[in-house]
């Protein structure tokens, strides 16, 4: 979920960003920021933002060791038992508990 809100958010901040850098440029008018320098410094900066932020919600849908931790009320799937073979790597010691067979 996290994810994806700040995919969207980072579009926004993007397309805000350009339209900012457009008008501090001078190729949008009809407003106060146009042909203002300060505006066609400051769009850029805020167009990149909005790519990191995008791009660090991608990272996060895609990256499943970037989620939240297990237990945490915004993640139940990672609350459910885990199968035996499926240990994330450096897990192992408390992995070892969680698929221990019985003797």
Do not use: D
């Amino acid at each position: 979920m996290t994810g994806r809100v700040l995919v969207l958010a980072g579009v926004l901040i993007t397309i805000g960003g350009v339209i900012f850098s457009r008008q501090g440029f001078g190729v949008l008018g009809g407003s106060v920021m146009s042909g203002s320098s300060l505006w066609a410094g400051l769009g850029p900066l805020i167009a990149i933002a909005g790519l990191l932020t995008a791009s660090t919600g991608r990272y996060r849908l895609k990256n499943p060791a970037s989620r939240p931790l297990p237990g945490r009320p915004e993640s139940p799937a990672w609350s459910a038992p885990r199968r035996p073979g499926s240990c994330r790597p450096g897990a192992a010691a408390s992995c070892a508990v969680a698929t221990a067979s019985p003797a």
